[in-house]
Structures are given as structure tokens and as C-alpha cells.
């Protein structure tokens, strides 16, 4: 009966699989369904509760009394009978799970509470053996099937691309990881109780080539942190310690910016004694304070939602992205860059509250949301912070989910701070690639600036002339031409940094020419997606609709970047 129930789609589709690619491979396979072996020849497990007789009879009870009284009303006496040797299949035992751990056959209340349950989380390769055989018994035994979603991670190979296996002796213990493991004893441990002793020379070289020094201690966090961003769709992922390593980085970075945070709340601000001091006193800039605070708020919310979605799709890789980006590119690398200068000087009281307030809410909300991916560094950082920001409850773990609605998405505060960043990297970039030492100060030239940018360049010029180590911004005169110079594009404004003295304009033009190759390149793959019927009509319409966004910005790119290697290559080189 459950053969047949679940092999015509009996589930009524009441299970959803994630990725949705296996409910077609499921019902294919259950519609297909062949004999199932339900014997073992193992010591443990459920023995099969199989009686017989001398004469081969053979009688199914469930203890050997009421077999017994089979085999009496049969042969009209009292027989020998012997139990089957075997037990049942692991899979039939394990099939029984989702409801005999709540008192069934009995029906206690927690029966009732927690079947059917909501997720099932299992790897696709025993889809048949275990996920199939619980909605059977399921089926056949409650009348409903056991569980509502089923999530379907992949597989992890090692770092080459193979399974892991004792008698290949390239498991990774995960404890290792967490604690670490000197080379001696992940070498005794990968070759101890082989299946093929023989093994375990190539085991031992291939350990020691691999691990020369065993393996460092990297923290729970870290590696959880590196589960959920292996956790994509794939069917296979290989595992690399690299990762690991760099989640580890993640979390100082995470425990060095809490630390500044309080730092900054418990340090005393400076008191000015006089107008010399007045004089002398860094310049903060206030300017760009307010629209830092209202930036960094709105891009919590923005991350917030993007891990509600991930979660709600099981893309833990994307949400573990989306927590990264935020806490060590936004938050660290430009947040917490803006705000320092007003953070120690005493001279700006109502900004330098408000810079306070602003990092110490938003970290405090940010570890609510990185604690279900990194649980134990969220909550020994919380339980310092939290009192501060007026948050009170014993652990993370039972504090409220942040809501997004609390840190309003403000359109404007984002395009002016974007706006900031990319002029910023892209004179990092410009003394990056011409190998300019970052305490050389440079005069900025702006061309084919709107007034937008210009009002912008204007607002923000104690910050640009800070974080890019400028000496001068200004945009050229009508007329003007410009000197040779480094060029870089932000849309349509064309940075330019006067070289005179630092390079030619031949060595301008090959470092352009190289910009433009890759914006070629950006250009046919964002042709190549547009152009293509299966991504268009497939993809997400917010996904296609970006992707039209990037071509026009690159396209803009382009023309901007061809305008300056005309202008450049019309240079006067040196001897002509």
C-alpha cells in the first residue's frame, strides 16, 4: 500500500525540496521504485521479528509468545522455534524516526506537538535511503507525512576533490579545526584502525606533505562561519582550510572593532584650554557625520533583509556574503574610518554623540544577526555592548531578531557615501597601480564634473582630502586643457592626478589601454547574458534588471575612458 501510495505521488507534493531540482528526482525514483531488501547481516540494529519452525513455517509476531501461538494453533502443540538471525535494514529502523522518538505506537501529547515537523536537513546522497523510507512509514503509519520541507545540502570533498574516506585517511576531524592538532597526532589519528593497513605509509607521507606543521587552532566561529558559505546549491564542495582561515580574520576583525567601540564610549574626550588649542586641534569633519550615520543604518537594514531572505531561500552562502560585506567593508573598513577623527575630538560635542550612539547601536543589532552563524563571539561581544546601548536580557541567544524597519533604508545618504567611496578607490587604485606612497599628498583635478559632483566634492572635501590623501581638489576651468595625469572614472566624472614628474604619458595610455580591456571584457559578458533568451526569461527580474544597470554604467565607462586616452594621447611627449 505505501509502495503504491508513494509511487503515484501519494505525498501530494505536501513536501517541498530544496534545491527544487531533487523533487523531481525524488518522485521519479519513487514512481520507479523496486524491491527493497529489508534483512541486514549486522550485530546491532531492530532483530527481525521472524519466527520459525522445523518445517520452514514461518511465523511474523511481535514477540516470540505471540509467535508461539502461531505456530500451537498450526501444529496443535507446543513447537522450537528459532528468530530470524538477521535485523532489519538501518534504513527500515531509521525510517520509524520522525514519530517512535515521541512515544509512538502510544499517542503522548508530544506526538501530537512535533509531528509533523517543519525541516528535515540531510545530504542528498541517502535521499532514497532515509528521506524516502520516513514519508513511506510516515504515510503508512500516521497518515501524514513526517516533515513539511526537506533541505538538501552537498557533499564535502577534500581540498583535491575527493570523498572522504578512513581508508583514503583525508578526514578532517572538526575538532581539529575548532582546537587544532599537532602533526604526530593527526598523523596516529588518520592511520589508526584501518580497514587496509597497508595504507598507511601513503597515508602518513600525504599527511605530512599536506600538514607540516598539523593543523592551527582556528575556533568553533570560524569554522561555522565557513559551513554556511560552503553552503550553496552545489552538489559537491570542496573544503579548503584558506577558508577557514580567513573567517578567522573575520572574527578578530569583528572582536578589534567591538573593542574600539568601547574604547571610544570610555574614553574621556580631551578638554580644550584655549584658542591656541582651538587652532591646533585636528579638524573632524562633522560635514559628513550625519550622512555616515544615516548610511551605515540604512545599509544595516538593507543586510538584515538580504539574511531574512537568505534564510527563507536556505542560502546560508548568501547570507553569510551579506553579514561579511557589511561588518568588514562597510562598517569597519568606512564606518568606523569617517566617524574616528569626530570620535577624539572634543571640539564637535553633538556630532561625536551622535557617532557614539550611531556605532554602538548598529553593532549591537549587527551581532543579533550574525549569531545564528557565528554564536559564541556574538555573545560574549554582546554581553559587553549591550548594556551600553541600553539593551538588556541574559544572552544574544534570547534577545528579539533585529528589525530592518528600525534602520530605515534613506536612498539619498546611500548615493552621497557611494559616491565618496568610489572617488576614494579610485585614487587608491591610481596610487596602487603607479606604486605612489599613500603619505604623498595629491592635487585632484575633476573633469566633465555635473553640478551634482561638484556640490558633493565641495560638502565633502575634508573627508575625500582624509581618506584619499589629497592636497587639493578642483575642477578644470573652461577651456583648461588638462596635464598629463593618471586618470580613473567615476561614472561620468573623470578623475585626473597630475604625474609630472612621476610618469610619462606613454605609461598613462598603456595603464588605460589595459582599463579599457577590461571593460570590454565586462561589456560582452553583460552582452553575452542580456542577448541570451534562457537568462532573461529565467532569472529573477530584479537580477536582469541589475545586470541592465551595469552594462549602461559600463557603457558610460567606456565612453568617458575613450574621451581621456584621446585627450591623453594628444599630450606632448617629452623631447618632441
Not at 436 to 456: E, F, K, M, N, V
Not at 480 to 491: F, R
Amino acid at each position: 500500500m505505501v509502495r503504491a501510495h508513494c509511487a503515484a505521488g501519494g505525498t501530494g507534493h505536501r513536501v517541498r525540496f530544496v534545491p527544487e531540482n531533487w523533487d523531481k528526482t525524488f518522485y521519479q525514483w519513487m514512481r520507479n521504485i523496486q524491491d527493497w531488501c529489508i534483512s541486514r547481516q549486522l550485530w546491532w540494529g531492530h532483530r527481525i521479528p521472524a519466527w520459525y519452525d522445523e518445517d520452514g513455517e514461518i511465523y511474523v509476531a511481535r514477540s516470540a509468545a505471540e509467535a508461539q501461538a502461531q505456530a500451537r494453533a498450526r501444529h496443535g502443540r507446543e513447537v522450537p522455534l528459532r528468530q530470524d538471525d538477521d535485523v532489519l535494514d538501518t534504513w527500515f529502523s531509521s525510517a520509524l524516526w520522525p514519530f517512535s522518538t515521541q512515544g509512538w505506537p502510544e499517542r503522548p501529547p508530544e506526538l501530537e506537538l512535533y509531528y509533523p515537523t517543519d525541516v528535515l536537513v540531510t545530504g542528498f546522497d541517502i535521499i532514497f535511503f532515509w528521506v524516502a523510507r520516513m514519508l513511506m512509514f510516515g504515510l503508512k503509519f500516521m497518515g501524514e507525512v513526517p516533515f513539511r520541507q526537506v533541505y538538501l545540502h552537498g557533499l564535502i570533498l577534500d581540498a583535491d576533490g575527493q570523498k572522504m574516506s578512513k581508508s583514503k585517511g583525508n578526514v578532517i576531524d572538526p575538532l581539529d579545526i575548532i582546537d587544532g592538532i599537532d602533526l604526530e597526532a593527526l598523523v596516529a589519528k588518520r592511520t589508526a584502525g584501518l580497514m587496509q593497513p597497508h595504507l598507511a605509509a601513503a597515508i602518513e607521507r600525504a599527511t605530512r606533505k599536506q600538514y607540516p606543521n598539523g593543523i592551527a587552532a582556528y575556533g568553533t566561529d570560524a569554522l561555522r562561519f565557513t559551513f554556511a558559505s560552503f553552503a550553496t546549491q552545489s552538489r559537491e564542495l570542496r573544503f579548503d582550510l584558506g577558508r577557514v582561515a580567513g573567517y578567522r580574520n573575520f572574527c578578530n576583525k569583528l572582536w578589534n572593532a567591538a573593542r574600539f567601540v568601547m574604547l571610544m564610549l570610555d574614553q574621556a574626550a580631551p578638554q580644550a584650554t584655549g584658542a591656541s588649542i582651538l587652532r591646533t586641534a585636528p579638524s573632524a569633519d562633522t560635514t559628513a557625520i550625519d550622512v555616515a550615520n544615516r548610511w551605515i543604518r540604512s545599509r544595516l537594514g538593507a543586510t538584515i533583509s538580504a539574511v531574512e531572505r537568505a534564510f527563507d531561500d536556505y542560502r546560508f552562502d548568501f547570507a553569510a556574503s551579506a553579514l561579511y560585506e557589511f561588518t568588514w567593508h562597510e562598517y569597519c573598513d568606512w564606518y568606523l574610518e569617517i566617524v574616528k577623527p569626530v570620535l577624539q575630538d572634543a571640539h564637535h560635542p553633538a556630532a561625536q554623540h551622535a557617532a557614539r550612539r550611531t556605532m554602538l547601536e548598529v553593532l549591537e543589532a549587527l551581532l543579533r544577526t550574525l549569531h545564528p552563524l557565528m554564536p559564541f563571539i556574538s555573545e560574549d561581544i554582546w554581553l559587553r555592548v549591550a548594556p551600553l546601548a541600553g539593551v538588556s536580557g541574559p544572552s544574544v541567544m534570547l534577545a528579539p531578531w533585529p528589525q530592518a524597519a528600525q534602520f530605515a533604508h534613506d536612498a539619498a545618504a546611500e548615493t552621497e557615501l557611494r559616491w565618496v567611496m568610489q572617488l576614494v578607490l579610485a585614487i587608491r587604485q591610481i596610487r596602487g597601480e603607479m606604486d605612489i606612497s599613500p603619505a604623498q599628498r595629491l592635487p585632484l583635478l575633476l573633469q566633465h564634473a555635473s553640478a551634482g559632483d561638484l556640490q558633493l566634492a565641495q560638502r565633502h572635501h575634508a573627508l575625500l582630502s582624509r581618506l584619499a590623501g589629497l592636497a587639493s581638489v578642483r575642477p578644470l576651468a573652461a577651456g583648461e586643457t588638462a596635464p598629463p595625469a593618471a586618470a580613473a572614472q567615476v561614472g561620468e566624472l573623470s578623475l585626473l592626478v597630475p604625474m609630472a614628474g612621476l610618469i610619462e604619458p606613454a605609461s598613462e595610455l598603456q595603464r588605460l589601454d589595459k582599463r579599457l580591456q577590461k571593460i570590454e571584457q565586462e561589456l560582452g559578458k553583460s552582452r553575452g547574458k542580456l542577448t541570451n533568451h534562457s537568462f532573461v526569461n529565467s532569472a529573477p527580474a530584479d537580477v536582469v534588471e541589475q545586470e541592465r544597470v551595469r552594462l549602461a554604467e559600463r557603457e558610460s565607462e567606456r565612453a568617458a575612458l575613450l574621451r581621456h586616452i584621446g585627450q591623453v594621447r594628444a599630450l606632448p611627449r617629452e623631447g618632441a
